[in-house]
Every structure is written in C-alpha cells, then in structure tokens.
C-alpha cells in the first residue's frame, strides 16, 4: 500500500520503463489505462477511469470519489503541467491505483491543508486527498508524478 501524503512532497524523481515521465515508484502488472493526453482527451480519460475502475470492483460512492479525484489530477497537469501528461491506472492488491505525471516545471511549495474558504485557488490537491485512500506526490525540474489509490473495501 502507498503511504498517505507526506508533509514534504519534494521528493526526488524516478523515471518510467516505459517511457521518459517521472513516477512515483513501480507500475503495478495489471494495467487497466496508460494513455497520453492533453486538454482534449480530459473527459475522454475520466470515463475511461469509471468503466475500468467499475469493472475493476470499485463502486458507489468510492468510484465516483476515485473519478473525480482523477479528473483533478489530469486538469492540473493540463493547466499547471505543461500541457501535457500521461495517465496510468492498474490494480494491485486490493486497490485501485492511478498515477498522473507531467513534464511540467515541478511544483513549488505543496500545501496539503484545507484552504481557507475565501481562498478561490488550492483546493484540487487537497480534494484529491480527501476523496481517496492514500495520495504520494513526488516532484522536481523534469515535472511532477502523483498517485493515488483507494481500496475496494474498507
């Protein structure tokens, strides 16, 4: 199981086998989704998320909080990203497991916390947490890699 959302996201990178993004750590065997995409492909992805994350036993409410967490990460790597990313999804052990990268300039200071409520930016990490199991994000100059993952019981 991935630990929760460090403190301090700043984490060095490791590259893919696959390809020349960043990762987090190890792509899990049994892939269901690793696509690239760009703005045009965003809602394309996010039900492509649902069918396979439903077909992979999550469900309900669960899935739904799954998707929209992953449509969080796929619009800021968009918008913050560089434009581009890739996304994988696979499942391992009892969960569902989704990972976002991006080429972009890497984030700068990662705030976890709840925003403020006036606060109009900041939200879509921190939502990201809250609606899956475990979040580890690893950043720096060649771009940012985000996983998540929740489980199909709990």
């Known amino acids: 199981m991935i630990p ?4 301090d996201p ?13 990762t987090v750590g190890g792509i899990g065997k049994e892939l269901l989704i690793s696509e690239a995409f760009d703005h045009s492909r965003v809602t394309e ?5 649902a069918a396979r994350g439903g077909g992979s036993g999550l469900t309900g409410d669960r899935l739904d909080d799954f998707v929209v967490a992953v449509n969080e990460l796929l619009t800021n790597a968009v918008r ?4 581009t990313g890739h996304l994988t999804v696979w499942v391992e052990d009892d969960s569902l497991i989704c990972e976002v990268d991006d080429r972009g300039a890497g984030l700068g200071f990662v705030d976890l916390h709840r925003p403020a409520p006036n606060q109009p930016g900041g939200w879509g990490l921190w ?3 809250e609606l899956t199991d475990t979040c580890e994000i690893k950043t720096g100059p ?4 985000i996983r998540i993952s929740s489980g199909f019981s709990r």
């Open 127 to 129: 939502l990201v947490g």
């Open 10 to 22: 700043i984490l060095p990178l490791t590259q893919r086998n696959d390809q020349t993004s960043p």
């Open 142 to 145: 060649q771009g940012t890699a």
């Open 45 to 49: 992805l996010r039900h492509l998320v």
């Open 80 to 83: 913050h990203g560089g434009g």
């Open 4 to 7: 929760p959302c460090a403190d």
